[in-house]
C-alpha cells in the first residue's frame, strides 16, 4: 500500500490509543472515585453500627437494671408473704393447740364427772342400805 493510504489508517489507529488511553484514564478516576464513595459509605455504616451497638448496650443496661428492680420487689413481696403465713401458721398451730387442749380438758373433767356420779351413786345405795331399805 501507498503511504497515503496507510496515512488514514495510521491516524485512526491513533485516534483508537488516545481514545482508549482517554478511557483507561476515565475508568481509572472512576474506580478510584467508587472506591473513596465506598469507603465513605462503609464507615458512615460503621459510625452507625457503632451507635446502634452503644444504643443497644445502653437499653440493655436499662432492661436489666428495671429487671432487678422488679425482681427485688417481688423477694420483698414473697419476703412479707412468707412472714405472714409463719405469723398465720404459728396463730393457728397455737389456736389449735388450746383447742386440743380445751378438749382434752373437757374430757378428763368428764371422765372426773362420770367417777363423782359413780361414787354418789355408791354413796346413795350405801345410805339406803343403812336407813334399812334393803338392797
Do not use: H, Y
Not at 64 to 82: G, K
Not at 89 to 99: K, Q
Not at 109 to 121: P, T
Amino acid at each position: 500500500m501507498s503511504e497515503n493510504s496507510s496515512t488514514p489508517i495510521l491516524a485512526a489507529l491513533e485516534r483508537l490509543e488516545n481514545g482508549q488511553a482517554q478511557m483507561r484514564v476515565d475508568l481509572m478516576a472512576r474506580m478510584d472515585q467508587l472506591a473513596r464513595t465506598t469507603e465513605t459509605r462503609m464507615d458512615i455504616q460503621d459510625e452507625v453500627l457503632a451507635r446502634f451497638r452503644a444504643d443497644l448496650v445502653d437499653e440493655l443496661g436499662r432492661t436489666r437494671s428495671a429487671l432487678m428492680a422488679r425482681m427485688d420487689r417481688l423477694q420483698e413481696t414473697l419476703v412479707r408473704q412468707q412472714e405472714d403465713d409463719v405469723v398465720n401458721f404459728g396463730a393457728a398451730d397455737r389456736a389449735e393447740r388450746i383447742a386440743k387442749g380445751a378438749v382434752d380438758e373437757g374430757r378428763i373433767l368428764g371422765e372426773q364427772f362420770n367417777a363423782l356420779v359413780r361414787k354418789v351413786r355408791s354413796i346413795e345405795e350405801e345410805i339406803r342400805i343403812l336407813r334399812g331399805g334393803g338392797v
